[in-house]
Each structure stands twice: as C-alpha cells, then as structure tokens.
C-alpha cells in the first residue's frame, strides 16, 4: 500500500464520521456516513475504497458495539458501486451523481433490509426504525415494512452523498485532482 | 467520540490486548449461538458481571444508553404489534412470540454493545500497537488502526469549528429540510477538502517513516502474552465451537 493512500484512509474514515456530526447538527433524517468511502473509491479506486469502508465500520463497531459489523458487506457494495460510477463519470454534473447515488442507494437499502431483518429483526438505527414501525402500525407486514424503510432512507441518503462528493470534487484544484487519475475521470475529462 | 484515554487500571488493562479483543468478538458470535431465549438474556448478565470484574464497569452504564432505543423499538415492533398469540399484562395486550423474540433479542444487543463497550474502554493504542507487531502484523495494518483513531477526535473537533464559524458568517441552519440540506454543502466541504489538502504532506512524512514498506517491526516494549491470556483465548475459542456444534445439532432455530 502506497504513503499516499496509507494517509488518505484513516482522514476518510474521519470524514465519515465527522460528516456525521454535522448531519445530526443540522437534525436531517439522513447519515451521509460513506461520503469519505465514495470519496476515497472515485480518487484511488476499489481496493482503497474498500479498505475505507470497512475500517469505517470497524470503528463504527469499536465504538457502538460488534454487532454493527454484520452492515460491512454494505461498505464493500458502496465502494463497488462508486468505483463504477467514477470510471463512467458518474460525478461529471449534479444530475448524473443524484442518479448513480439513488443506484446506489436501492442497491445498498436492499442489502440492507436483507441484514436488518435477518439480523436484527427489522431494528436498527433510529430513523429507518422508526419509518419501520410506523409502516408496520399501518398494517405492513415486516418484511415489507423493513424493505421499504431502508430502500427509501437509502435512497436519499445516497443521492445526497453523492451530490456532495460530486461538489467536493468538482472543487478541487487541478493541481491536487491531477495526482488521482480515476478522479479525472470520474469528473468526465 | 473521543480516542481511548488512558485504560482504566484493573484486569482489563493488565491483559494482553488480543485476549481483550477475543473476548469481544466470542461473545458477539456466541450472542447468537447460545440457545433462546434464556440464552442471550444470561449472556448479557455474563457480560456486565465481566465488564464490572475487569475494572471497565462503565460500559455497563453506556451500554444500556446505547441500547434503550433497540430495546423500545423492539417492545414496540415485536411486543406490541406482533402476530400470534396474545398475553395481557395490565393494560397492554403483547404479543406472546414477539415478546419472547424481543427479549432474546434485546438480550443479544446487551451482550455485544456490553462487552465491545468494556473492550473500547480498557484499549490502549500503544500497547495494541506493540501487541500485534509482536505478532508479527504489517506496520501499515495497524498503522491504519491507530492512525484513524488519532484522526476521529481532531476531525470531530475540526466538524464543530467549522459549525461554529459558519454559523458566525451569518448561515441559517434551522428551519425545513431543505434549508438545512442547503447547509450541509458549506459545513462539510471545508472538512474535505483540507483533509485532502493534508494527505501529501501526511504522505510524505510516512514515507520518510518507511512505514508503506511493510515487513515485521521489533516492539521496544510488548506486552506480556501470559500463560493465562493464551488459556483464556483458547478457551474462548473452544466455547465458541462448542455453542456452534450444539446450535448445529439439537437448538431450534
């Protein structure tokens, strides 16, 4: 592993959770908690993105207890899915990241649900719980409930994540951006 | 979130760092091998009698702050408004499955969150850093580890400044969610895009360290790896397969 990428990980999992911090400031019922995995998956590729999310989730689970590391198949989905999104210049505009993100996002909330419900029977963390027992007050079964909870918090999770990564890229200077050459492409040049 | 502090003083801080971490991931895995329903909800109890024993028995405390909105989102989804059979008690009517599956449930986030909580507060970086380069484990790998864990307080601290300063230069983050979507973009992009500004000369300083290079590093001062720690991980791993064979063969699904 390079010192490049040796120091870009560990300041993208801190993004991850710094990013975080912010969301529950700003009391959005969303997480933007991969914004530092997407980053890192468009600037240095798969493997580093891989490698950022499922340390961000280790930590996650350091912190809050193991059993959050069941979500890490959902960090290698991520990294994959950004990772394609930036060879296509998926981050060119802000329309083309809010459509590879809600990709991204239907993908992920059904991986999700797959894990919530098998897991952790449909409870997990407070908004998508929450959506999931108000679907199940209102005559929903589970399964269907927890599906459809993850799939839309995802969603709009995702498309916002990407929106942002998209920005923060395309703000970059030339100088810094022409050090990764997935990112230049991610931004369609 | 702040990185461990120093370790708390008790038999939690005098063990090798790998029988800490052991520890925690036997009972994460056994939380879902023990039999239901008595199974989990006596783990839990093991839990936070080991976590008290081990000098870390705060995370008793935390632990049942994190897990109380688990554990009222299971009441309400699988209590209240399960299927099947119904039992009264006082005025609420639960379901009698749901309950029993809320319980062992609730028993199962006890455990875990119990004891990663009392592993987290008895971690000391430098003693894990020398514990697995005894081992023998790259010094990037634990670099990573440790590295990551120095940047979450200064970046956590650095997401609060730049609130602080933006909120000074006169921006509205309080009102409908779109306004406060707006507001995400001038409070998190600073955050990205200096710490991209600081992975060179992050990088640079790595490379002088040698540190991408790989290959096994001699820790000045490992921990001692006891006879004791080695028979508590070896045990640890015997329990494990043993609740794994037994689940297998006889306990219901």
């Known amino acids: 592993m390079s010192s490049r990428l040796l120091a870009l990980i560990p300041l993208a999992v801190a993004i991850n959770v710094a990013i975080g911090r912010i969301v529950a400031e700003l009391s959005l019922p969303v997480y933007l908690d991969a914004v530092g995995t997407i980053l890192v998956s468009a600037l240095a590729g798969l493997g580093a993105g891989i490698a950022t999310g499922l340390i961000s989730q280790v ?42 993100g809600c990709l991204l996002g239907v993908a992920g909330g059904a ?79 | 979130m702040t990185a461990p502090g120093p370790a708390s003083p008790g038999l939690a801080r005098r063990a090798h760092p790998l029988t800490g971490l052991s520890t925690a991931i036997a009972v994460t895995v056994l939380a879902f091998l023990v039999p239901p329903p008595w199974g989990p909800l006596l783990l839990y109890g093991a839990s936070g ?18 897990c109380l909105p688990l554990w009222v989102f299971l009441f309400l989804l699988h209590g209240l408004m399960g299927g099947g059979p119904t039992r009264s008690l006082g005025p609420l009517t639960l379901s009698a499955d749901g309950t029993i599956a809320a319980l062992v449930q609730a028993g199962r986030f006890g455990a875990i969150i119990t004891a990663s909580l009392g592993f987290y507060h008895a971690f000391d970086p430098s003693r894990f850093l020398n514990a697995v380069a005894a081992r023998g484990w790259p010094m990037h790998v634990s ?104 689940r297998l063969t006889s306990w219901p699904m």
């Not at chain 1, 930590?59 to 979500?71: K, M, Q």
């Not at chain 1, 990772?83 to 590879?100: L, T």
């Not at chain 2, 409908?176 to 895009?193: C, D, F, H, S, T």
Request: hydrophobic share 60%; net charge positive; charged share 15%.
């Open chain 1, 111 to 189: 991986l999700s649900a797959f894990i919530s419900y098998l897991a952790f029977k449909g409870v997990t963390a407070g908004g998508v719980t929450f959506l999931t027992t108000v679907l199940v007050g209102a005559g929903i079964d589970l399964p269907w409930a927890v599906a459809l909870s993850s799939l839309v918090t995802d969603v709009i999770d995702k498309a916002l994540t990407f929106a942002l990564v998209g920005v923060a890229l395309r703000s970059l200077p030339v100088r810094m951006i022409s050090r990764y050459p997935l990112a230049l492409r991610a931004l369609g040049r």
């Open chain 2, 49 to 66: 009698v080991l976590v008290a024993i081990c000098g870390v028995g705060r995370a008793i405390r935390q632990g049942v702050i994190v």
């Open chain 2, 143 to 246: 670099y990573l580890f440790v590295a990551t864990l120095h940047a979450l307080p200064a970046f956590l601290d650095r997401a609060g400044a730049s609130i602080e300063a933006q909120r000074t230069r006169g921006l509205r983050y309080r009102g409908g969610a779109w306004a406060r979507a707006r507001a995400v973009v001038p409070l998190a992009l600073p955050l990205i895009l200096g710490a991209l500004a600081e992975v060179d000369e992050r990088a640079h300083a790595l490379e002088m360290r040698a540190v991408a290079v790989g290959g096994k590093r001699t820790p000045l001062d490992p921990p001692a790896d006891t006879l004791a720690d080695r028979t508590i991980r070896w045990s640890l791993l015997l329990l494990v397969l043993l609740a794994l064979v037994g």
């Open chain 1, 59 to 100: 930590f996650a689970a350091f912190v809050s207890g193991y059993v959050w590391l069941a979500f890490a198949p959902i960090q290698v989905l991520i990294a994959l899915l950004a990772y394609f999104a930036a060879r296509q210049g998926g981050f060119r505009n802000f329309g083309a990241s809010i459509v590879w």
